[in-house]
């Protein structure tokens, strides 16, 4: 069996949550944080969202891009 990669979609969650966030509840600062990881800010989703929903969001965002067929093939861990 082969697979090939046509094309790519993505998508992020609805809030954005800087560093500056977890310096008022842990005892860390944006420097800290961007020193050993390299991260400045994340996307975080709504309660209930699960990440098979965000694949179908990326799976959307790529189909409204002129491509080929599209097929989705996903792993993830979502519970609900």
Not at 7 to 20: D, I, M, Q
Not at 62 to 73: N, Q
């Amino acid at each position: 069996m082969r697979s090939v990669v046509k094309g790519t979609g993505f998508v992020v969650g609805e809030h954005l949550v800087p560093n500056s966030r977890f310096e008022k509840v842990m005892e860390t600062s944006d420097q800290w944080i961007r020193e050993r990881s390299g991260i400045e800010q994340r996307y975080f989703v709504a309660d209930g969202v699960a990440t098979s929903d965000l694949g179908v969001r990326a799976a959307r965002s790529r189909w409204s891009r002129p491509a080929s067929v599209p097929k989705i093939s996903t792993t993830s861990c979502s519970r609900r």
